[in-house]
């Protein structure tokens, strides 16, 4: 018997123990933030006050929790859950892991624990929500008129900014521009080691795959205001810094988008190719590559089109384009200005819209 | 010393198990021998293993346990460049034809030489003026002489899978896999192709293995059967022998032959 199957039985017990230790993490997770939303609601309810006097605050609860203790519990839950799972049903967890097992399949979710854990789950999210985010309804609907002089000056634009405007409006386009130009090669490259059906071959492709997936998701997380803070202390204050801060971030989406549309090939190609004794390069030029085009065209101008949008933001730390002229007029209260401003930047953004739609409509 | 010495046994299949990573037995220990020139046709019904079975002689599909040889040369465990090298004799035939459906089709006819093209030109689908001349030869072949730079995709079934034998033909094969090559196609055509499998057995020797449903195709192409059920050998004969009795315990006792070709 060859080597390599010994390994693979081997393989498949150590992957069934991971993957149960796994659903027992994720049941452990959701069953602590149930419990925390819990505590968090009925003391919200409880009408507890702080010293002070008022009503505690959201902020204030969240010190009051009994994380440790919650966390515990939720963790003993949780392997209860998964231990009597024959019993009680298939954990969220099991589900979410290795997927919910053939016996409970034709269960409607009204009739297991999971699917009424489910629903309580996303209640308590919302009402948790509520109170953290402090939303207030009232408020909203009766204060409108301090906004008003805002409101006003927006629908009055001044024509002071416009020649200014319209030049750096330009800038920021090709700003975008250049972000996305010089994000296509390196996202194409990265993308390949980032799917997954292509890189189930050897161990060192599968830690491959893993690290890129790490490293460009940690990449997407950092706002990209960030990376122009970081870029801007590099390369200076001006728009390449923009086009850098927009091109760290384009290249960890595009890469994203690729992998994922890489990873919904159809294997049929890429079967054929191999069956001729070709080589992995030859495999993804032809079995991969002419499929994905069209759809990684389509994204590519889509990213252009955010960027456009993103560059704005960027302009307001300093990374050029128009957003570098609307920061210190909001300062101000300029707000007929910023109202031209922002009627260019909308006139844009809804025909680069319109535009990329159009466009990717015919490619795909 | 021996007097005669049969043809060279072409495939050899040892114990040969399959378990898919979510716990499907796919095959269980087969025991196969493939001579060479034979026209093997495989049947059972849909999920019995017989594509498993015909991607792991290619390794399309790793098996679990058993072993495989081509020509002596055993392909299990076989890696990187030897496992192409072995590839390169084994030429595939899918149901869903699975050609590049953006590439033209003199370009999906010359990808079945990739595995003997130089990496760089291939890449830039440059390919030698001799294999360009064995594309369009080919093509001929298959009757689709006048529409190489068609793209593979604007093409009927029938002549998109065409295109793939030419692709196979191109590969100069000494085995070819045929995966129910005429099951996307429309009843009419199925012969047609089908004879363009059965030229390449009979004029160049190529042994063939092919799975097939349709009961009058077996008795006509075959020169020997196999049949799977549940991922497991059950009948091994010669197409006279596939009677309907035969055809209810493979198929199971629920199963009729679609056609009266059976006795």
């Known amino acids: 018997m060859p080597r390599g199957i010994e390994l693979s039985t081997r393989d498949d017990h150590w992957a069934k123990s991971m993957a149960r230790l796994k659903s027992v993490a994720v049941d452990a997770v959701l069953l602590t933030g149930a419990g925390l939303m819990i505590e968090l609601l009925v003391v919200a309810f409880s009408g507890r006050r702080s010293p002070a006097g008022m009503l505690l605050g959201a902020e204030d609860i969240l010190d009051l929790l009994h994380y440790a203790w919650i966390t515990a519990g939720a963790v003993v839950l949780a392997i209860l859950w998964n231990l009597l799972s024959g019993w009680l049903g298939a954990s969220p967890g099991r589900a979410l892991v290795r997927g919910i097992p053939e016996r409970e399949r034709d269960i409607p979710w009204t009739h ?35 906004a008003s002089d805002i409101v006003r000056g927006l629908v009055h634009p001044s024509g002071a900014v416009l020649h200014q405007g319209v030049l750096l409006l330009v800038q920021t386009i090709f700003l975008a521009f250049m972000a996305t130009a010089f994000a296509i090669p390196a996202a194409f490259a990265i993308s390949f080691l980032a799917a997954r059906n292509l890189t189930r071959g050897s161990a060192l492709s599968r830690l491959l795959y893993t690290a890129t997936r790490t490293v460009m998701n940690l990449v997407r997380a950092v706002e990209p205001l960030v ?16 086009v850098l801060a927009l091109w760290v971030h384009s290249v960890a989406a595009l890469t994203k988008l690729y992998s994922e549309q890489i990873e919904s090939i159809d294997p049929g190609p890429v079967e054929a190719i191999m069956a001729t004794g070709a080589s992995t390069l030859q ?5 991969v590559v002419p499929q994905v085009i069209p759809p990684f065209l389509s994204f590519t101008i889509y990213r252009w089109d955010i960027n456009v949008r ?35 930047i909308a006139v844009t953004v809804w025909l680069m819209d319109i535009v990329s739609a159009r466009i990717r409509e015919r490619i795909v | ?11 050899r299949v040892e114990g040969l198990s399959k378990v898919f990573p979510g716990g499907v037995r796919a095959l269980s220990d087969i025991d196969l021998e493939v001579r060479e020139g034979e026209f093997l ?4 019904l849909s999920g019995s293993g017989k594509s498993t079975l015909l991607r792991c002689i290619n390794r399309l599909v790793d098996p679990t346990a058993g072993r495989i040889w081509i020509f002596q040369r055993e392909i299990t465990g076989a890696q990187g460049a030897e496992l192409r090298r072995l590839r390169r004799q084994i030429a595939m035939i899918f149901q869903q034809f699975n050609l590049v459906r953006r590439h033209s089709v003199l370009d999906n006819v010359l990808s079945g030489s990739l595995g003997r093209a130089r990496l760089l030109p291939s890449l830039f689908l440059r390919y030698p003026a ?18 190489p730079a068609a793209r593979a995709d604007a093409l009927s079934g029938g002549q998109q899978q065409r295109v793939a034998i030419a692709r196979a033909l191109l590969q100069k094969p000494k085995i070819i896999l045929a995966d129910e090559p005429v099951a996307s196609l429309d009843p009419a055509l199925r012969h047609s192709l089908m004879r363009h499998i059965e030229a390449l057995n009979r004029d160049e020797g190529l042994t063939v293995v092919c799975s097939l449903h349709d009961v009058d195709l077996v008795k006509r192409y075959a020169t020997r059967l196999v049949a799977l059920r549940e991922g497991r050998l059950v009948w091994e004969g010669q197409p006279d022998q596939f009677d309907r009795r035969t ?13 009266n070709a059976m006795a």
Not at chain 1, 283 to 287: A, E, K, S
Not at chain 1, 334 to 343: A, F, I, Q, R
């Open chain 2, 1 to 11: 010393m021996p007097g005669f010495v049969g043809p060279a046994v072409a495939i």
């Open chain 2, 247 to 259: 055809y209810r315990e493979i198929y199971g006792t629920d199963a009729e032959p679609a056609s």
């Open chain 2, 41 to 44: 046709v495989v049947v059972g």
């Open chain 1, 310 to 344: 993103m560059s704005t933001i960027i302009g307001f730390v300093g990374g050029g384009g128009i957003g570098y002229i609307l920061k210190p007029r909001v300062d101000l209260g300029e707000w007929g200005e910023v109202g031209t401003l922002v009627l260019l």
């Open chain 1, 283 to 287: 495999v993804i030029r032809y079995g």
């Open chain 2, 130 to 147: 001799e294999d360009r001349r064995l594309a369009h030869e080919a093509l001929e072949r298959v009757g689709l002489r006048d529409r």
């Open chain 1, 227 to 242: 990376w122009a803070l970081i870029f801007i202390s590099w390369v200076g204050i001006g728009p390449f810094a923009g």
């Open chain 1, 112 to 146: 297991t624990l999971r699917g009424w854990f489910t629903i309580l789950f996303i209640e308590l999210t919302f009402f948790t929500g509520w109170l953290i985010t402090e939303v207030d309804l009232p408020t909203f609907l009766t204060k409108f008129s301090k």
